[in-house]
């Protein structure tokens, strides 16, 4: 049996060898690419299944996971921050690498089954929950990406995460501190609030904190027409009028109108779901007004009080005022 699994492994290694080779020394250009962005727990998974409908895109799942060895070597980290002055040469090369493509891990391309199927994509699609706090850098280098900002509501996002803490999330927003750019660039007026949920605040406060912070920074750096913000709760509620806002944003004809052939996929949750149902404001249930109330604090600090109704749809014109502000 361990010989047998020592084959295995020098077989995956030598994939994976070979496979490297090609899309590195023989990289393919694509018509678009699309850099799907979010929160963990926030429906990217299910997203880029519905984007990525009738398979004409390179899929990429998380190919910025700080556990592979390519990303740790460079210095990559949970939602790291980048800006002008504290630029890294070396993620920033290998950030322009994976949006190009020339990158592969076995994991990122579950979607995409044989290599020798590559010349049929067109099109790329990353989806990624580890690089909100990035991605504008990366896309002023590498204009040719659109970015795509995926919103789930918070409570629902905290709470997924607390049923799934064996995860690779980020637990203590203390860590965010670690980052003086990031402090110096928008979170030094949030360091007293930082420091109290840490040392005082719940699973749910330090979740609902992480969430605001890698949501409040994107929406304050990109303008208006760099960026598409779209919220989970209306995939579940219009998933065409979504996919038809991607298809105007890239500028790119998905057939959506009349060729909806794998419009099931709407219906099924994704491989990363841990429910089998797509509701949206289940969460009411399963915290008090206690939580409520100290979560909602930490919002209304960003500005996100209000960004949701009592029914949990998003308000959009909270949205675009924040957005405005950046104008």
Aim: net charge positive; with cysteine.
């Amino acid at each position: 049996m361990k010989q047998k699994s020592n084959m295995e492994l020098r077989k995956q290694r030598l994939i994976k060898i070979f496979v490297t080779y090609i899309y590195k020394y023989y990289p393919k250009q694509y018509d678009k690419t699309i850099w799907l962005i979010g929160s963990g727990r926030s429906g990217t998974t299910w997203v880029s299944s519905l984007i990525n409908f009738n398979n004409s895109f390179r899929e990429l799942f998380e190919p910025f996971h700080p556990s592979y060895s390519e990303l740790s070597a460079v210095g990559f980290c949970q939602h790291k921050y980048l800006n002008d002055a504290n630029d890294n040469i070396a993620i920033e090369t290998l950030s322009s690498q994976i949006l190009k493509g020339n990158f592969y891990q076995k994991r990122s391309e579950e979607a995409n089954r044989f290599i020798w199927q590559r010349p049929r994509y067109k099109n790329m699609l990353i989806k990624d929950i580890f690089t909100n706090l990035l991605a504008y850098q990366i896309c002023k280098t590498n204009k040719y990406v659109k970015p795509v900002l995926l919103i789930r509501n918070p409570f629902s996002v905290a709470l997924s995460k607390s049923r799934t803490k064996d995860w690779y999330w980020m637990t203590d927003p203390i860590d965010f501190l670690n980052q003086k750019e990031l402090m110096n660039d928008f979170l030094n007026p949030f360091e007293n609030l930082i420091k109290d949920i840490s040392k005082n605040g719940t699973h749910l406060d330090k979740q609902i904190l992480i969430w605001s912070i890698i949501n409040y920074v994107p929406l304050k750096q990109f303008k208006g027409n760099e960026l598409l913000v779209t919220f989970y709760e209306d995939w579940v509620i219009n998933p065409e009028k979504e996919l038809n806002r991607i298809q105007e944003f890239v500028k790119l004809d998905l057939s959506v109108n009349g060729d909806f052939k794998d419009f099931k996929k709407f219906k099924k949750p994704s491989k990363t779901s841990v429910t089998n149902n797509f509701s949206i404001s289940n969460w009411k249930s399963q915290i008090n007004q206690e939580q409520l109330k100290s979560a909602s604090d930490i919002l209304e600090r960003f500005g996100f009080k209000e960004l949701y109704d009592e029914n949990s749809i998003p308000n959009h014109f909270i949205l675009e005022s924040l957005i405005e502000e950046n104008k």
